[in-house]
């Protein structure tokens, strides 16, 4: 018998926003200012993802703070026309470099044509900056105007953004979750974050504040750079809005989830089925088992609080569960041999 670990038994969780913009682009504060209010929210990790511009602040960098090499790329769609810009799709990919110490403080870094239309251009941008040793996250759907037809048949990322808290400011639509799943149904067996993409045009006391709303959860052995990147690479976290998931196992074909105090915990899969357990009015639940069939295609945990605040991890794929931890136990107890993924 063996247990499947969702998020990782060991480690410690870092609490990382994985999109943001300072003075380098277009956002108000510097990375200084961004670091020390991030610090003061609780945060670890913070990826400056400046527009077409790739930035190391290794200078940021102490054993309480991460700084994360990275920039955010446009395709923008082409229009003849000057006022075109509140219709025009656009992707927007952020990337994040794995082994920054391999580059020069200075290089130049490769941006992609303005292509929009030809998809096997973009995923070749994509693959190459793989081959650089970049993780690729896809942004904002909705924000960006696009739709199913728009990244249906995109290949190579790593990730994409479920929630953008900038963009529930822009217009309500920040949270993105049949995005995710129209994804994965094309095959895409990529992960998923919640990011703030903060350029603090408002003060930290406005409720328009784009700080502080999306984090992602990233579960390390230790806040140093190759450990964080290999626990994203290998997506030892999770996505929130606010609520906490602690744990999350399969063991006895039972999957076991436990939270911070919420009012639903559901299961999603790959199909219109899902399993879930609600807290009665006025209450909360902080745990939920649910037995697998095997046949769910794949699964991935939700939660929302009282005050409506989701978190979730990404889809893990049955297929890629161990035998082991999808086997019954007669005796009713199994050993935790720290299996993931295979």
């Known amino acids: ?154 290949r190579g990322l790593w990730a994409m953004e479920i929630y953008n808290h900038g963009c529930e400011h822009d217009g309500l639509y920040g949270f993105n979750p049949q995005s995710y799943d129209e994804m994965l149904r094309t095959g895409q067996r990529i992960y998923t974050v919640a990011t703030d993409d903060n350029h603090n045009s408002f003060p930290f006391d406005s409720p328009l504040c784009d700080s502080f709303g999306g984090f992602t959860m990233v579960k390390a052995e230790k806040l140093e750079y190759g450990a964080v990147m290999e626990a994203l690479e290998k997506g030892d976290f999770y996505f929130s809005m606010g609520p906490e998931i602690k744990e ?38 902080t745990e939920a088992e649910f037995e697998l069939s095997g046949r769910e295609g794949y699964i991935r945990v939700e939660i929302r609080d009282g005050k409506g605040m989701y978190a979730g991890t990404s889809a893990y794929w049955m297929d890629e569960i161990p035998a082991g931890a999808m086997t019954e136990s007669k005796t009713g107890c199994s050993a935790a041999d720290g299996s993931r993924r295979i």
């Open 1 to 154: 018998m063996g247990t499947f670990y969702l998020l990782p038994e060991k480690g410690n969780f870092y609490k990382a926003n994985l999109h943001c913009h300072t003075v380098v682009s277009d956002g108000a504060l510097t990375p200084e200012q961004v670091k020390e209010a991030y610090q003061k929210e609780g945060y670890s990790i913070v990826a400056f993802t400046d527009h077409r511009q790739y930035c190391k602040h290794e200078e940021l960098n102490d054993d309480r703070f991460l700084s994360i090499a990275a920039f955010e790329a446009d395709i923008n769609q082409f229009s003849a026309h000057e006022n075109a810009w509140p219709t025009l799709k656009v992707y927007h990919f952020n990337f994040y470099d794995k082994h920054p110490e391999r580059r020069e403080k200075e290089e130049k870094i490769t941006l992609p044509l303005k292509r929009y239309s030809d998809t096997e251009y973009i995923n070749g941008y994509i693959e190459l900056m793989k081959t650089e040793g970049f993780l690729c996250c896809y942004n904002h759907p909705y924000w960006s105007l696009q739709t199913y037809e728009d990244y249906k048949d995109l």
């Open 248 to 285: 999350a196992y399969i063991r006895d074909r039972k999957l076991v989830v436990k939270t911070s105090p919420v009012e639903k915990i559901f299961v999603i899969q790959e199909g219109r089925n899902c399993y879930k357990k609600l807290a009665g009015r006025g209450e909360t639940i």
